[in-house]
């Protein structure tokens, strides 16, 4: 039996990566993920870890956190960093699957606060 899996992912972008998606409606992807064909993301769980390994020194990042369930069969769960299954988005991004958004900011012990609506 398969572990249940999230049906929420979350996905980093630079400020000009975020105003595409807000003003394009959809967001085709980062060069890495035009490089590897799809839509690198992650789980709440391995947001943290992603941040710190792939876009370390960086500011003025963003946190979209994706409804996956909204992606159909466009989302496939893959094998990565140290066995982890990531979720990859084969499919541009719409902002219509995008379910909250904001700043990338830390909790006081340097975890990534996760976007929450409203």
């Known amino acids: 039996m398969t572990p249940p899996r999230s049906t929420t992912a ?3 972008l630079t400020a000009d990566q975020m105003a595409v998606l807000e003003k ?8 890495v993920d035009m490089a590897d064909g799809y839509i690198h993301m992650s789980t709440a769980a391995q ?5 710190d390994k792939h876009f370390a020194g960086q500011t003025d990042l963003h946190v979209a ?3 996956l369930e909204a992606m159909g ?3 496939k ?5 140290g066995g982890q299954l990531f979720p990859h988005l084969y499919a541009p991004l ?5 379910i909250a958004y904001g700043p990338l900011q830390r909790d006081e012990d340097g975890t990534v606060r996760l976007p929450i609506t409203g």
């Open 10 to 12: 979350y996905k980093v």
């Open 24 to 31: 394009e409606g959809a967001f085709a992807g980062a060069p």
């Open 47 to 51: 947001l943290t870890e992603t941040v």
């Open 65 to 67: 956190a994706v409804d």
């Open 73 to 75: 069969d466009a989302v």
């Open 77 to 81: 769960w893959e094998e990565s960093r």
């Open 94 to 98: 719409p902002l219509t699957a995008v």
